[in-house]
């Protein structure tokens, strides 16, 4: 499956920017969809997960109450919704799918390019 994210871009803090991750490929109904961040100099760090059908959903401690990650699986698009960001979260922002819901980047085995997200104070 080929993974393309966007949706990224120059925000100040506060505001609201919805991420999208769209798929190709086949369908990512039989998949876990994730998001991953990776800021400069740092290791990629989960963010949040669902599960194939919509019905889990896991956060990092970081984005709770802030982000909300749900899927389309008529349209193959997975989004994530960032409500009231902070500079800390500028990142490059990756989506991923995989068969189990985790948090550990190895546990996803397609990866999308990114899209870069930046937050102004």
């Known amino acids: 499956v080929q993974l393309q994210a966007s949706g990224g871009g120059l925000v100040q803090a506060g505001d609201s920017l919805r991420l999208s991750c769209a798929a190709s490929g086949r369908t990512i109904s039989s998949y876990i969809m994730g998001w991953f961040c990776q800021a400069p100099g740092k290791e990629r760090e989960f963010v949040a997960a669902?599960?194939?059908?919509?019905?889990?959903?896991y956060y990092a401690d970081f984005v709770k109450a802030r982000f909300t990650i749900s899927r389309d699986n008529a349209k193959n698009t997975v989004y994530l919704q960032m409500n009231s960001v902070k500079p800390e979260d500028s990142a490059v922002y990756y989506c991923a799918a995989g068969p189990f819901i985790g948090s550990m980047p190895h546990q996803y085995h397609y990866w999308g390019q990114g899209t870069q997200v930046t937050v102004s104070s």
């Open positions: 669902i599960s194939w059908n919509g019905d889990i959903t």
